[in-house]
């Protein structure tokens, strides 16, 4: 079984005394790759420096983070947009609009979210969407920067059929399922769950955030992305080894990395 963690965070400070266990116990738990989302320009240097150590392994994505919009945003978008002149990077992310941590930079993150998608449209990229709360505006700037032109994933996706609705009408975006669906409290992301098909969803983390039942609380690490497999091989009625086969298929369609598919 060959899993790709679409989003994880293992080269932040939660993962300083022990990266290459974690690395080593994703790798057995049958992890064949992990995409990293960069926050903002303090991340930068940790982000590449793990993909230059696990070049055929860690993957990077350049982005900022709507929770780094601050009044200095102009001056990291500048930054951003440098950092993918200097190397390869298989998307654009993490980025999009976060109204329940701080509502003082929304306009900021409005205007940070579209023109990062304008990068994604012109370097033809994906992007990664961090959407809370705001569900309504990432989907009018999507439009207007122009849907047709974009491709990508809505990160912990946690919306309910209405969402999933919007977002299967733009047909190159996937949802993004980590350790919520195994929440007792997802309801509504269950119930989406009846109408959405696997081939428009990739699996992840979001590690160190979200760990998904048994480790609920703890600190979270791709190896438990294994627990999202689980829970959807449980809810499609089907086995871990064709839910694992079609998310990696489905991570690799829209991010094209390296890896060399051997689970066909």
């Known amino acids: 079984m060959e899993i790709i963690d679409t989003h994880t965070h293992i080269y932040s400070k939660e993962f300083d005394g022990d990266r290459r266990e974690v690395i080593l116990r994703a790798k057995e738990a049958g992890v064949a790759a992990v995409i990293l989302p960069n926050e903002d320009s303090k991340s930068v240097d940790a982000l590449n420096g793990l993909c230059d150590e696990y070049?055929?392994?860690?993957?990077?994505?350049?982005?900022?983070?709507?929770?780094?919009?601050?009044?200095?945003?102009?001056?990291?978008?500048?930054?951003?947009?440098?950092?993918?002149?200097?190397?390869?990077?298989?998307?654009?992310?993490?980025?999009?609009?976060?109204?329940?941590?701080?509502?003082?930079?929304?306009?900021?993150?409005?205007?940070?979210?579209?023109e990062q998608l304008k990068w994604s449209a012109a370097m033809q990229l994906?992007?990664?969407?961090?959407?809370?709360?705001?569900?309504?505006?990432?989907?009018?700037?999507?439009?207007?920067?122009?849907?047709?032109?974009?491709?990508?994933?809505?990160?912990?996706?946690?919306?309910?059929?209405d969402e999933w609705r919007e977002i299967q009408a733009i047909t190159t975006f996937y949802i993004g399922l980590g350790g919520v669906v195994t929440f007792k409290n997802s309801t509504a992301l269950r119930d989406?769950?009846?109408?959405?098909?696997?081939?428009?969803?990739?699996?992840?983390?979001?590690?160190?955030?979200?760990?998904?039942?048994?480790?609920?609380?703890?600190?979270?690490?791709p190896a438990y992305v294994r627990e999202t497999v689980k829970k959807l091989a449980e809810i499609y009625e089907t086995t871990e080894?064709?839910?694992?086969?079609?998310?990696?298929?489905n991570a690799m369609n829209l991010f094209q990395l390296p890896v060399k598919i051997v689970n066909d």
């Not at 590690?207 to 600190?219: H, N, Q």
């Not at 080894?241 to 298929?249: D, G, Y």
């Open 241 to 249: 080894e064709i839910v694992a086969k079609k998310t990696f298929q």
């Open 55 to 114: 070049p055929d392994y860690a993957f990077p994505m350049m982005g900022l983070h709507p929770t780094s919009v601050c009044d200095d945003y102009r001056r990291e978008l500048r930054l951003a947009e440098a950092a993918l002149g200097k190397r390869t990077y298989c998307g654009i992310g993490e980025i999009g609009l976060d109204y329940y941590w701080d509502r003082s930079h929304t306009g900021e993150q409005r205007e940070a979210f579209a």
């Open 126 to 161: 994906p992007v990664t969407v961090h959407t809370r709360d705001a569900f309504a505006d990432v989907f009018d700037i999507i439009y207007n920067v122009g849907a047709e032109n974009l491709k990508g994933v809505f990160h912990c996706f946690g919306g309910g059929i």
């Open 192 to 221: 989406a769950l009846r109408e959405i098909p696997l081939e428009r969803i990739v699996v992840e983390t979001d590690a160190p955030y979200l760990a998904p039942a048994p480790f609920r609380g703890k600190r979270n690490e």
